[in-house]
Each structure stands twice: as C-alpha cells, then as structure tokens.
C-alpha cells in the first residue's frame, strides 16, 4: 500500500530565509506526488505535482520539489519565505490501482516577520 | 474557469437535521470526489464519481451518508440525520480522469456546524 509521511506537523521560519518542508513517501510503483498548499478558512490548491517526468519540479509563488528515488522523498523548497506563505501544506500520492489521492497529515508553516 | 463551486459556504444546522451539499465540477472533467477534513482525522476521501457512477463508498462513514451525482455537472452529499460528530468542512474536488497522474482541483468547501 502506498503512503506519505510529512515529517513536521510546524516549521516556523522567518521572512526572506529558505523554507523546507519534507515528505517522504512510500510506493510499489512510480508514484504521482504532489504538494498543495491550504490557506486559512480556504480550499487545497495545487503548488506543483510530479508525475515521472523531470525529478525537479517547479511550481507556483517560487517552490520546488525534488523527487528522489534513492531516498522516497518529494520535500518542498522556496528560497525565500514570504509573510503570505503561512498556510498549511499537504503532500499527496497518488494510488495506481485506485486513483486515489493518500494524503500526508500536513505541516503547518509560520512565516515570522 | 469558475473552478469547483460548492454550496453552501457554511451551514449550521441542529441534531437529527437533513444536510444537503452541493458540488459543480468543472467542466469537461469526468471524476467528482467528496472529502471531510476535520481537525482530529484530517482529509478523509469519503466517495467518488467517475462519469457520474459512484466507484467506491468506502469512506463513507455510515448509512446516514448518501451521495449522488445525477448529471456531469452536479453532484450532492446528504447527511440524515445529522449529528454533533459530522461537523467538518466538506470539500469537493473534480479531475479530468482517474489517471494517476490526473490533477484534482478542489472546491472552497462548507463549513458544517451540527449543534
């Protein structure tokens, strides 16, 4: 079966430093991962998804992902944090058999002024 | 694109009442999921739709749960009767196909609160 594990559940950083947020995951197959983010009160939206292609994928507002194989991981990076980054994160696999998406538990980022 | 459009944005309701939730995908995208995120459980997939047939149920947690999606571009989640423990947010989300490589975008989601 196939699972994510988001290693923090908080990561505070302050304005203008690198953010990283990791996940690992865990899959029999060429998984399809993604990372949507979640603003307060706001729906999921979708940052950037890799899907076999490049392993380093960019997404939207300056992240990236790397997929490493070696190491079953897809952690989310920016180089530098801005105050409207605060939300919570969800890093997704994506299940061959059945299509559906196995969600991490989340980390929510604090961006420190 | 208007996105994924659920109805309403918050409902408050008391114990034993009927829920509707309303959810239009986006056009043209053939797959419609419903899922509960709540503080202690987080994103739960409760169903999903694909070419407007359910495909699988089990997240739904109980009889008192029902969805249906009579058209391609409508689709309801009804709670009866509802209860203190239902309340959540609800979100639907749509994707072009079942492919595992396929996007789900989801909607803003309702906010139930079951006194």
């Known amino acids: 079966a196939q699972s994510v594990t988001q290693l923090d559940s908080h990561v505070s950083v302050s304005e203008g430093t690198p953010v990283l947020l990791r996940c690992n995951y865990s899959?029999?197959?060429?998984?399809?991962l993604f990372w949507y983010v979640q603003h307060p009160n706001k729906g999921l939206q979708l940052l950037l998804k890799?899907?076999?292609?490049?392993?380093l994928v960019k997404g939207i507002n300056g992240f990236e992902a790397e997929f490493k194989k070696s190491e079953t991981s897809f952690h989310l990076t920016k180089p530098s944090a801005h105050m409207s980054d605060a939300a919570e994160y969800f890093c997704?696999?994506?299940?061959?058999?059945?299509?559906?998406?196995?969600f991490g538990t989340g980390t929510r980022l604090k961006v420190l002024a | 694109d208007a996105g994924v459009i659920q109805s309403p944005r918050h409902e408050v309701t008391e114990m034993g009442q009927e829920v509707t939730l309303r959810c239009k995908p986006i056009?043209?995208?053939?797959?419609l999921f419903w899922y509960r995120q709540t503080m202690m459980r987080g994103l739960e997939l409760l169903i999903y739709?694909?070419?407007?047939?359910?495909?699988?149920d089990s997240g739904m947690p109980e009889d008192r749960f029902s969805a249906k999606m009579p058209n391609a571009s409508f689709s309801t989640l009804k709670i009866q009767p509802s209860e203190p423990r239902d309340s959540a947010v609800y979100f639907c989300?749509?994707?072009?196909?079942?492919?595992?490589?396929?996007?789900?975008?989801f909607g803003p989601g309702t906010r139930l609160t079951v006194l």
């Open positions: 890799y899907t076999s292609a490049a392993t």
């Open positions: 056009s043209g995208h053939n797959s």
């Open positions: 997704v696999v994506s299940e061959k058999r059945t299509y559906k998406y196995i």
């Open positions: 899959s029999s197959y060429s998984p399809s």
């Open positions: 739709f694909n070419n407007n047939v359910p495909i699988d």
């Open positions: 989300a749509s994707s072009l196909g079942t492919l595992i490589t396929d996007t789900q975008y």
